[in-house]
């Protein structure tokens, strides 16, 4: 049985790959990620000594490529976020639906999260809607970075956007990491970069609502399994991960939780009135 399982997986990752080379993706079914290939990485040939952290140039259309990685605690971030405003990804395009928390569409998705070393460049950024953003990327970034800080290993560490043919919006992102010292991280998957209620053109960013909001089943509000607020214990706020007062947070006084809104707000904190989470 697990044979088989894996063979299916193994031929589901063979598919992604032919269909990212003819312009394709796997088709959205309604979970933030799938899982590729048993969750088994390919991605043995990176450098497994020292920790460092590399992007792959801006391919021909300014979009960003590749970016690869080994993980370690010097890779991890201390240090304030640097600001993202002077960086415009291809495709942006501000977009705005009542329905998604802090309202934006769009974010600046680094391709190797903040937290866990990745840098505030235009060859680390895209453009990602919120969903990729939090439900997909964030759970893994978080996975390695708790790994990292409890074990002090290495990870070995891929993420690769798959845009397809001329569209300037990559349709999701594979993410591969393996754990150097033991088999602690295994992880393979597609995340999409979608917004479940909001239709995309990939070719240029623009968007519209799809459908009316009471057919979005989506996480809209924060969960402990799709959303991590971030606490500033200095000021007792809590806020989206997406929200730009996050920049100005000092490192000692930033907190990242899986609590609920009632149970932050039972503990004194108050919501932030920027992104009103």
């Known amino acids: 049985m697990k044979s088989a399982v894996r063979y299916a997986s193994l031929i589901l990752a063979l598919l992604l790959l032919f269909q990212a080379a003819c312009g394709a993706a796997p088709e959205y ?3 933030a990620s799938i899982v590729l290939n048993g969750d088994v990485p390919d991605i043995d040939n ?3 000594g020292d920790e460092y952290i590399s992007y792959e140039p801006l391919d021909k259309w ?3 490529s590749r970016a690869v990685a080994c993980l370690g605690p010097e890779t991890l971030s201390d240090t304030v976020r ?3 405003r002077g960086i415009i990804p291809p495709g942006w395009q501000p977009s705005t639906y009542d329905f998604i928390p802090g309202f934006n569409l769009y974010q600046r998705c680094h391709l190797i999260g903040s937290q866990l070393g990745g840098a505030e460049t235009e060859e680390n950024l895209i453009t990602g809607t919120q969903y990729l953003n939090i439900a997909g990327m964030l759970p893994i970034e978080n996975q390695i970075a708790e790994y990292i800080r409890t074990t002090g290993n290495r990870v070995l560490y891929s993420v690769w956007p798959y845009y397809g043919a001329g569209n300037c919006i990559c349709y999701g992102v594979q993410i591969e990491a393996k754990s150097v010292e033991d088999d602690g991280i295994l992880i393979n998957r597609y995340c999409f970069n979608v917004q479940p209620g909001v239709s995309i053109d990939y070719r240029t960013g623009l968007n519209h609502l799809s459908g009316t909001t009471a057919d979005i089943d989506i996480p809209n509000e924060p969960t402990a ?3 991590t607020y971030v606490l500033n214990t200095n000021t007792k706020r809590f806020h989206f991960p997406t929200c730009s007062s996050c920049e100005e947070i000092k490192p000692k006084n930033r907190q990242e939780t899986t609590l609920s809104r009632d149970e932050l707000v039972d503990l004194g ?4 009135g920027r992104c009103k989470p």
């Open 29 to 31: 079914t309604g979970e």
């Open 46 to 48: 990176l450098f497994a």
């Open 62 to 64: 300014l979009r960003p």
């Open 82 to 84: 640097e600001s993202m």
């Open 225 to 227: 399994s799709t959303i």
């Open 269 to 272: 904190y108050k919501p932030c």
